[in-house]
């Protein structure tokens, strides 16, 4: 008896092993095989976390440049669809010389642009990795790009079933920047239906920091078309205008009457269409500029981040977000680059090519090239405990209007 008890458990053993060489992988509610972002990058592992809330929405990030890549939201059906631009796999988002790099990412060590590559503390000037090429002109964008901590490892200090913290250390003269620093972004995804995002750095020398999360939305549910029927507000009265290189001018000019008016919710491409020699449009070939945001009090040096400080609405699925940051200024970016260039034609998240305008970024930030600014709300950040430390909020609260 005991060798045909032997013999039935050895078959029951041998099916089960088969069953689970044959089963199909666990997706994720968005449809992503976790298994395409388990891999080893530099000694380090990567995975894709996934988070969840009481509401059924889900949060899929993996701590190769601390993305989000997915984010499944409720629609007006009691439906859920997924509202970030992305990739299916690790490898795509390893490909920077085929593939947008920066999707879904924490940005740093600065986020948006520094001319030249160049800025100084004091006397002393620092020179930048140049990675964003306007002919003869070049400028430091996302803290070097593909160099850029949005192209790292982070590491996992904690993780459960609504929030992820990820932290990564930055050597002293990484692209140039001055300072080891220690950065983390934390993911929350709360049951109120907020994905709040919170950036700390610290370092051990005065250096200049400005990270953001760069998810690129669309509310709408379909990635294969234009997405600028979306309606946008900005709680703005200024913004920073830029040179044919989305350098900042210097100069803080009123919204008021030109087609950077969002105060009142607006349909994108409205605004975007209503005045065609509007130089600025013409420049990015859509929005690609900063927002001085009437929620960060200039005299005090601080942002209410429990005040909305803009808002993105699609009347095809019902879906509002509200976003909140204790920051100064908000980058709009109307993917103006989508469908064009190197890898244009390359597959994105269900097999779909990006169009052009098909997504909205809302990007918390200082203002562009803010380190060659003095007179604007400083980047710079001294060694030390309190105020000195880096700290960044930003909140993106989703419901169905």
Not at 120 to 140: F, M, P, R, S, W
Not at 153 to 168: E, P
Not at 205 to 217: E, Q
Request: net charge negative.
């Amino acid at each position: 008896m005991k060798k045909i008890k032997g013999l039935f458990l050895g078959a029951g053993l041998a099916i089960a092993m088969f069953s689970a060489c044959t089963s199909e992988p666990q997706l994720t509610a968005s449809g992503l095989d976790p298994a395409k972002f388990d891999t080893i990058i530099g000694n380090k592992q990567v995975k894709l976390y996934v988070l969840k809330n009481a509401a059924g929405m889900e949060a899929c990030i993996t701590n190769y440049g601390g993305r989000v890549v997915s984010l499944m939201v409720p629609t007006k059906n009691d439906s859920l669809i997924d509202v970030v631009l992305g990739y299916d796999n690790i490898e795509q988002y390893m490909d920077t010389t085929k593939y947008a790099s920066d999707y879904g990412s924490s940005v740093g060590r600065y986020a948006n642009r520094i001319k030249d590559g160049k800025f100084k503390i004091d006397t002393l000037e620092y020179h930048l990795k140049q990675n964003d090429v306007h002919g003869d002109v070049a400028h430091c964008l996302h803290g070097g790009g593909a160099t850029g901590w949005m192209n790292q490892v982070y590491d996992v200090v904690n993780s459960n079933d609504s929030t992820l913290i990820l932290q990564l250390t930055a050597e002293d003269g990484e692209n140039g920047f001055p300072g080891t620093v220690i950065a983390t972004t934390t993911y929350t995804l709360k049951n109120d239906g907020t994905l709040d995002i919170v950036f700390e750095a610290s370092t051990n020398k005065t250096t200049i920091i400005n990270m953001t999360n760069h998810n690129y939305y669309n509310l709408n549910g379909d990635m294969s078309k234009e997405a600028m029927d979306m309606v946008l507000m900005i709680n703005a009265d200024n913004y920073t205008p830029s040179d044919e290189t989305y350098i900042p001018t210097g100069k803080i000019e009123p919204v008021e009457g030109t087609p950077m008016d969002f105060r009142q919710p607006t349909v994108i491409k409205e605004n975007m269409e209503k005045d065609t020699t509007f130089q600025q449009i013409k420049n990015a070939g859509g929005y690609d500029h900063n927002w001085c945001l009437n929620t960060y009090d200039l005299k005090k040096g601080k942002g209410d981040d429990t005040q909305v400080c803009a808002s993105l609405y699609s009347p095809t699925t019902g879906i509002m977000m509200e976003m909140y940051t204790n920051e100064p200024g908000v980058q709009v970016y109307t993917g103006n680059f989508q469908g064009k260039g190197e890898g244009a034609d390359n597959h994105r998240k269900n097999g779909i090519s990006y169009p052009t305008h098909v997504s909205v970024c809302l990007e918390s930030q200082k203002y562009p090239d803010s380190p060659n600014h003095p007179e604007w709300p400083s980047p710079i950040v001294k060694p030390g405990k309190g105020e000195s430390k880096y700290y960044s909020h930003a909140a993106y609260k989703f419901y169905v209007k």
